[in-house]
C-alpha cells in the first residue's frame, strides 16, 4: 500500500526552527511538502524528485530547505526563522511523476498533516 506519513510539528516561538519528517512507503519519483492555512487555499512549499529537482515556494527560499534521505523514502523540511502566519497543516505528498508543478493536482497521495504553530 502507498502512503505517506507526516511526523514533526508542533510549536514554536516566532524565529525558531522545525523539522518536519515524511516516511513514504512505496517508490516516489516526487514528493513535495504543502500547508494549509486556516481559511486560505492549500499551497504549495517545497517540492524535490529523484532527479535532483527541487522547487521551492517564494516564502520559503531562503527559510526553509527540502531534502531526502538516500533510500529516497524519508523526506524532510527544515524550517528557519519561522513566522507567525507560517501556522499552518502541512502535508507530504508524493507522485510516480517526477516533478513538474509545486500543485496539488500533481501528486497522487496524501498524508494526514501535521501541526505546526508559531506564536509571535
Known amino acids: 500500500q502507498f502512503q505517506v506519513v507526516e511526523s514533526g510539528g508542533g510549536s514554536v516561538q516566532s524565529g525558531g526552527s522545525l523539522r518536519l519528517s515524511c516516511a513514504a512507503t512505496g517508490h516516489f519519483d516526487s514528493m513535495a511538502w504543502f500547508r494549509k492555512i486556516p481559511g486560505k487555499l492549500r499551497e504549495g512549499v517545497a517540492g524535490?524528485?529523484?532527479?535532483?529537482?527541487?522547487t521551492y515556494a517564494d516564502f520559503a527560499k531562503g527559510r526553509f530547505i527540502i531534502s531526502q534521505d538516500n533510500s529516497k523514502n524519508n523526506l524532510y523540511l527544515q524550517m528557519n526563522n519561522l513566522e507567525p502566519n507560517d501556522t499552518a497543516i502541512y502535508y507530504c505528498?508524493?507522485?510516480?511523476?517526477?516533478?513538474?508543478?509545486?500543485?496539488?493536482?500533481?501528486?497522487?497521495?496524501w498524508g494526514q498533516g501535521t501541526q505546526v504553530t508559531v506564536s509571535s
Open positions: 505528498a508524493a507522485d510516480g511523476g517526477y516533478l513538474r508543478r509545486l500543485e496539488s493536482d500533481y501528486f497522487g497521495i
Open positions: 524535490i524528485d529523484t532527479r535532483g529537482k527541487i
